[in-house]
């Protein structure tokens, strides 16, 4: 039933007890995910807002489902791999984030990893959709959205382009992260990955700061990336791509944009140790998780003009070392 009494149309993403995500991004392929029972009673929430469709449904193996305009944008079962890769690696890259940004982030899950931070003072999230946060309270209340109430959060309902664009032409203090958590760039989150965007949120940083931004499949969305990447090459100081694997995302795999504002910034390696606390909370990021995440497939670093050692970089060892080892740089190769 719709919050007016009348009953939802069936979505057309569903089709005798399973949803299909299909996207002209991604052309000739669809993930599709079984109601539970196969039943149309699995679908929780089947509205449209001011600015999207969104869906809620339970899922026969991945627990509640939240679809924005018929794309997936987390199951409870994987979703604490984007969010903790999303919002750990900009965290601990940093030496000590007071100040913080969420672009997007109405499920409330990057939120929920923002708060595990003692040393953050204060938090911003910008989400233009107020829907999405009220579905999630609803329909997602022990899983992401369980951060709402804490008293350093305060929420703006607005694009955040407009947002950014305004605040930059006040004098008001710089955040020391900015996480943005967009649906991909198609409807109300277009404007998030314009060039001028970018620009907005280096103006928006404290010297220091790191930004980190959804950044799309590289199976799919190659040209977008290397865009990304080279626009941001322009306006920050360090620019770097990461990866990780989500199983209900197009291709199993999701990128991020990181770029940082200042010198001698390594966003490749955490700047400090994590809590006892903080290791246990988590699942999937690790230290180790972050150096790898910046680990990329050749095709990709080679589209984004990112340096790989050269032969020159290698001395061969001596012919009769048994061990034909090669040495880079005093790094032992074997
Ligand atoms: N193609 C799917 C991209 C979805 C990215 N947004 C996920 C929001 C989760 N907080």
Redesign the pocket.
Known sequence: MTESGKKSPMPSCIKDGWFSEIEPMWPGQKLSIALEGFSSDAILYNESSEFQKILVFKSAQHGNVLVLDG????TEND?FV??ETITHLPMMAHENPKNVLIV??G?G??LREVCRHKSVEQITLVEIDQKVIDVAKEYFAESTAIAFDDSRLTIVNQDAAEFLEKQNASDRKGYDVIIA????PVGPAESLFDPSFYEQMYEALNDGGIVCA?SE?FWTQPELIENIFACSSDIYDAVEYASTYVPT??CGQ?GFLLAGKGNGLDLTKPARPMTNELKHQLQWYTAEMHSASFVLPKFLEDRLGLLRPTDEDYEDVEENDASEDCFLKGCVIS
């Open positions: 794309v997936i944008q987390l979703e984007y969010q997007g982030g499920d899950a990057v958590d967009t649906s991909d959804q499949c995302f197009p999701i």
